[in-house]
């Protein structure tokens, strides 16, 4: 159970587990055997969502189906072929992945006009032809309503499989665990993305380590830093504006560190010297609010940051 918006507990999940015994292939001394738990876990939320989407698929599909074989008219280009018609329509559902849950029934249509052969007036005498038109009309969609019902009951249900035993992982805290793995994913994500792991040009092991090290470090900083602000905000129920370049009057309790590094984007060091090589003067861009406010839940201050335009005597 969980306590939502509103404060009141609903249904997070639910669930079952069973234990089965696994073996590696090999010879019958070196088989390593072991036992593994296995956890099947609904979540009525994630169903509902899958339930949602199901129902936009299933009415977008009927919609494209029903524009395959529009009425007679200029423009109006129709189907004259039969496995021309199937074709599309295994095209819409499996689009929309849809496949097996709507029913589509159509209708041949021949249109026979008669004409008289070569040209002028007609008459009773004169040669006449059979001029033939065939078209595929759709008459019918229908939802196949039981094997709908039969896939919704499996919307939810996720399986998790672990070696730990249900005194140090029980099945609650497993389902809880998993529900956090985004939180080390995004960690991975910055990794790659942020501050680009990949591509190494390195050759070494040791440098491959070093900046794997410095890498991984700088990942810890932009953590760390959007943790202690984060909490900061939460403790005093607060939130930041001016974190959202497209809307300035935004608030936001949980910035992320990419969005706190880009508020000080704009700070910059001006640093004068004379020819003779000594500094004259240093400028510091002054703060925003915004920007003393995150120094000062960051346990920095301003001090630190006005430190920088001090100029060292003996330089």
Not at 222 to 248: C, D, I, M, Y
Not at 250 to 261: C, F
Request: aromatic fraction near 6%.
């Amino acid at each position: 159970m969980r306590t939502n918006d509103r404060g009141h507990k609903v249904l997070a999940a639910e669930g079952y587990e069973f234990e089965r015994t696994c073996d590696a292939p090999g010879n019958a001394v070196d088989a390593a055997a072991w036992k593994e738990r296995v956890l099947v876990v609904r979540s009525p939320r994630h169903a509902a969502q899958q339930a949602a989407g199901l129902d936009k698929r299933l009415c977008q599909a009927e919609t494209k189906l029903a524009a395959l074989t529009p009425p007679r008219g200029r423009g109006k280009r129709q189907i004259t072929d039969e496995a021309t018609l199937m074709e599309v329509i295994a095209l819409v559902l499996k689009e929309h992945r849809v496949e097996g849950l709507l029913r589509v029934a159509w209708e041949k249509q021949v249109e026979q006009t008669t004409q008289y052969v070569g040209r002028g007036r007609g008459s009773l005498s004169r040669e006449k032809r059979v001029m033939q038109k065939t078209r595929y009309q759709i008459t019918h969609i229908a939802r196949q309503e039981d094997t709908i019902a039969a896939r919704r009951q499996r919307f939810g249900w996720k399986a998790f499989v672990t070696n730990a035993g249900p005194k140090r992982l029980s099945l609650r805290d497993a389902v809880l665990g998993y529900r956090n793995e985004y939180r080390v994913e995004r960690l991975f994500h910055r990794l790659k993305s942020r501050v680009h792991l990949a591509p190494l040009f390195v050759k070494r092991n040791e440098q491959i380590e070093g900046l794997t090290y410095l890498l991984t470090l700088g990942v810890r900083v932009l953590t760390v830093t959007e943790f202690v602000l984060r909490r900061s905000l939460e403790t005093e129920q607060a939130s930041l504006p001016g974190l959202h370049p497209e809307n300035k009057q935004k608030m936001t309790d949980k910035p992320t560190a990419e969005r706190i590094l880009k508020a000080f984007s704009d700070v910059s060091l001006t640093i004068i010297k004379h020819a003779t090589g000594e500094e004259i003067l240093r400028r510091l861009t002054p703060l925003s609010g915004v920007q003393e406010d995150i120094l000062q839940r960051l346990g920095l201050g301003t001090a630190l940051y006005r430190q920088l335009e001090i100029q060292e005597i003996g330089n």
